[in-house]
């Protein structure tokens, strides 16, 4: 009988040497709407011209029927990008730490092997801090300034949510075990205008973060996206009389509480 031989699905393509690093995690889907989250760990990681060094193999994880590989052209020659799940690593700035920034698409399969991959980047690059980030549809205003809120095991009551869960609720339980200090920094956005991507929710994750870690990045180019997109949403609910109509029982119920 041939024995089946798993394949390492953690591929490095170098081992940086960091100083007190972060992680900063974020997955498209569940947990991303109007792609803030993911939007807001790239941006981030541009800011930082951070360089990937790894990757997971998206074979084990990834089911092609649902997020396909796209056909990209390159110098006249096609070539194939498949789904996958890439770290970057980066110096910080006005901070004495590095950062590591993980982005991809939340994993269709073998969650358990996913988060396996994630601990050991986590313990390879010697991590001293995980921070994961999330964005939800609410019913919240859209002309109130998006505040994210800081879920931190010293800081808040720890969460009362029961039911089904993503990726990063999975990681939380994984980092928890292995006393890893997480973090998570989620978006609340309004569930009546899912337009995606939202740069304002994405900003407001960027600027919290900054503020908590200390980290100096130009929010500028984030800031005037999301002026841009605020622009739209407000025409948006004007042209529409239930959108409209709508959005004033919501200011008078948040008035009336």
């Excluded at 590095?98 to 980047?121: M, N, Q, T, Y």
């Excluded at 980092?175 to 939202?198: D, E, G, I, Q």
């Excluded at 949403?233 to 009389?241: H, Q, R």
Aim: avoid cysteine.
């Amino acid at each position: 009988m041939v024995k089946k031989v798993n394949m390492d699905p953690l591929n490095f393509e170098s081992r940086p040497s960091l100083r007190h690093p972060v992680l900063v995690l974020a997955f498209a889907g569940w947990s991303d709407a109007g792609a803030s989250a993911t939007t807001a760990t790239r941006y981030l990681s541009e800011q930082l011209i951070a360089a990937k060094f790894a990757s997971i193999d998206p074979e084990e994880f990834y089911d092609f029927s649902i997020q396909r590989p796209l056909v990209r052209l390159h110098e006249g020659q096609r070539q194939i990008q498949w789904p996958s799940y890439d770290f970057y690593h980066g110096a910080g700035i006005g901070v004495q730490r590095d950062f590591v920034f993980g982005i991809g698409a939340e994993p269709h399969l073998r969650w358990k092997g996913f988060s396996e991959a994630i601990v050991r980047i986590v313990r390879e690059a010697n991590i001293e801090l995980v921070v994961t980030l999330g964005a939800y549809l609410d019913e919240v205003l859209y002309t109130r300034p998006v505040d994210p809120k800081l879920i931190a095991e010293l800081d808040l009551l720890p969460s009362r949510y029961q039911g089904p869960t993503g990726i990063v609720g999975i990681l939380s339980d994984a980092f928890r075990r292995m006393a890893m200090t997480n973090v998570s920094l989620w978006a609340a956005l309004p569930h009546y205008l899912p337009a995606s991507p939202n740069p304002r929710g994405a900003l407001a994750l960027v600027l919290r973060f900054n503020q908590w870690i200390g980290l100096r990045v130009d929010t500028g180019p984030l800031e005037r996206a999301a002026a841009e997109f605020q622009n739209k949403i407000n025409e948006a609910v004007s042209g529409d009389s239930n959108l409209s109509a709508f959005v004033r029982e919501l200011k008078k119920r948040e008035f009336e509480q």
